[in-house]
């Protein structure tokens, strides 16, 4: 059984820089992972995305500039580091992987990815 949870959300002033943290558990390999979020009221929508070594990345164009995915190894935390926050960045972030996939960045499609997270909510105040 593989398991994400996600960590970081919280609170936040427009312009701060928050961390989001997405810790996979289980039996795996190695996973791809990509972040989501859904505000009040909407569908939930890709954010970035990560393959399984980091070597591809990719990011919807709301976040681009200004949101970094990353991760140090291929089983370990994958990271949204969220920079100069607005309050329409508001929204319950989720993370979700593909495991043993050693293919690229998985990308927008939901259906691709195996497991998810439970989300972390994000308030951003103006």
């Known amino acids: 059984q593989v398991q994400l949870a996600e960590s970081g959300g919280g609170l936040v002033q427009a312009g701060e820089s928050p961390r989001l943290s997405c810790a996979a558990s289980?039996?795996?390999?190695?996973?791809?992972a990509g972040w989501f979020r859904q505000a009040p009221g909407k569908e939930r929508a890709f954010v970035a995305g990560?393959?399984?070594?980091?070597?591809?990345?990719y990011y919807a164009d709301s976040v681009k500039g200004r949101f970094i995915i990353s991760r140090d190894n291929t089983k370990g935390p994958v990271y949204l580091q969220m920079n100069s926050l607005k309050p329409e960045d508001t929204a319950t972030y989720y993370c979700?992987?593909?495991?043993?996939?050693?293919?690229?960045?998985?990308?927008?499609?939901?259906?691709?990815?195996?497991?998810w997270g439970q989300g972390t909510h994000v308030t951003v105040s103006s």
């Open positions: 979700a992987g593909r495991f043993n996939y050693y293919g690229d960045v998985v990308g927008q499609a939901q259906i691709n990815y195996d497991y």
């Open positions: 289980g039996r795996f390999n190695i996973y791809a």
């Open positions: 990560i393959n399984w070594n980091g070597g591809s990345i």
